[in-house]
């Protein structure tokens, strides 16, 4: 079964660029009826979408966060990355990264456990 | 963007009770609407898409329903697994939106 796991730094100071990896395993990161994405959420409150990509149509972005944000996919170390630049306190969030269906976008098949970031100096 | 909101925020059930949860969106979307179960320390998981269609390996006393606007998801005999937080979330627009969630807590 397809499995997600997310990775980077837990701290990061305010006005720097976010950068977590998710790695992908169980699936191919190449099908090209899967895109790739991350969602937020703030510790004790609820989810955000931030983005996603495929291979075969543009990204999306949340247009709330669209300025700041550049997800990626890596298929030769079958990982996808985001990009948060200019971060501020209100970053801080649990990140998790998410599997959806090309068509349609937007449901989250499969999610990893998440990891914690602390925007904070 | 397009609102979601979940009633009640919280809810109090025992073991065998049928639960219901209601997601209400500004606007209009169709039936672009999912429902996650989150426990505490783990990403969420999709239970429910299109509205009504039950992910793999959901058991069958999840169940959900509505269109348009008014949405509902079902617990028939609620198991001891169950007590977590649910999330609604439309897909109809981009940006995609959650609601606030709803938690399920021991009576």
């Known amino acids: 079964q397809l499995q997600l796991e997310e990775s980077g730094p837990r701290l990061v100071k305010p006005s720097e660029t976010l950068s977590l990896t998710c790695s992908v395993s169980?699936?191919?990161?190449?099908?090209?009826?899967?895109?790739w994405g991350w969602v937020r959420q703030p510790p004790g409150k609820g989810l955000e979408w931030i983005g996603s990509v495929c291979f075969t149509t543009s990204a999306f972005y949340n247009p709330s966060l669209k300025s700041r944000v550049i997800i990626s996919v890596d298929t030769s170390k079958s990982q996808f990355s985001l990009k948060l630049t200019s971060l501020t306190a209100s970053d801080t969030s649990i990140y998790y990264c998410t599997k959806e269906e090309q068509n349609p976008r937007g449901c989250f098949q499969r999610w990893g456990q998440g990891t914690l970031v602390t925007v904070s100096s | 963007d397009i609102q979601m909101t979940q009633s009640p925020s919280t809810m109090s059930a025992s073991v065998g009770d049928t639960v219901i949860i209601t997601c209400r969106a500004s606007q209009s979307v169709n039936r672009w609407l999912a429902w996650y179960q989150q426990k505490p320390g783990k990403g969420p998981d999709l239970l429910i898409y299109r509205a009504s269609n039950l992910e793999s390996g959901v058991p069958s006393r999840f169940s959900g329903g509505g269109s348009e606007t008014e949405f509902t998801l079902t617990i028939r005999g609620l198991q001891p697994d169950d007590f977590a937080t649910y999330y609604c979330?439309?897909?109809?627009?981009?940006?995609?939106?959650f609601g606030q969630g709803t938690k399920v807590e021991t009576k």
């Open positions: 979330q439309q897909y109809r627009t981009n940006p995609w939106t």
């Open positions: 169980g699936g191919s990161i190449s099908n090209k009826d899967h895109c």
